[in-house]
């Protein structure tokens, strides 16, 4: 099982996700606080007329971190679920491909080290965005309260799991790894009408991809959510390894 781990882990370097992912959650842990902080200069240099005041509150630390998990919760998500949903992806032809769907008995060992690399490539890849995000928040105010920092970005490391791991279960079943980003998607769509016209807002797990709550107060974690998020991530992984190797395409 750890050389299966170590091969999945050198196709996902070889093929340059990694570096890919690695990147873009570190582009939007520098850019997105930089952004908020000079957020008036660059309007009044860039979009407003001269002479033209500029009435916007002054940022905090808070509003930094907000818009690095905000950014994150859109681009940075969508391209976390298609890396990890294609990495499930079997394909017929291939020589891994034509023997699970031919000779192997047990799909366990296909699948728990492409689902142990989907965990780790996930908390690293947010790992990376947060520390950056961190640290320069923290150069323009070094009153930040880490702690806070670090429930929210635990409270985001759950939510982005339950939709990598349900996507990744959405693919294996359709052979499909745009479906994966389709679904998530749709679910984001749904929930934000929901969260609209409905108070049940703080009951969806996909209200954790942006812990505003958490990150104002460390508290406000609802259990319940956090509850529904493990039960997705289970029943994802659950409908990955019963699904049968022998399937008509």
Excluded: H
């Amino acid at each position: 099982m750890r050389r299966l781990i170590l091969l999945e882990m050198k196709m996902w370097w070889r093929n340059s996700r990694l570096l890919i992912l690695f990147f873009l959650f570190a582009f939007f842990g520098i850019t997105s606080p930089v952004l908020i902080y000079y957020m008036k200069e660059f309007l009044a240099t860039f979009g407003g007329t001269e002479g033209t005041i500029i009435l916007m509150p002054d940022p905090n630390w808070k509003a930094l971190m907000e818009s690095y998990f905000s950014n994150i919760s859109q681009i940075g998500l969508f391209v976390l679920v298609y890396f990890t949903a294609d990495t499930f992806k079997l394909k017929k032809e291939s020589s891994l491909g034509l023997y699970y769907s031919t000779v192997a008995r047990n799909s366990i060992i296909l699948w728990t080290p492409k689902l142990f690399l989907a965990f780790l490539v996930t908390l690293v890849s947010n790992l990376v965005g947060v520390a950056s995000a961190t640290y320069v928040t923290w150069v323009f105010f070094p009153e930040i309260e880490l702690s806070r920092v670090l429930s929210s970005s635990l409270v985001q490391n759950l939510a982005l799991l339950t939709l990598v791991i349900f996507g990744s279960a959405v693919t294996v079943w359709t052979r499909k790894a745009f479906l994966a980003v389709v679904s998530t998607i749709v679910l984001m769509v749904v929930s934000s009408i929901i969260q609209t016209l409905s108070d049940i807002s703080e009951w969806l797990p996909l209200s954790l991809l942006s812990p505003i709550n958490v990150l104002n107060a460390p508290g406000q974690v609802n259990l319940v959510t956090v509850g529904i998020c493990v039960g997705i991530i289970v029943l994802s992984i659950m409908a990955i390894l019963v699904r049968p190797l022998r399937v008509k395409y």
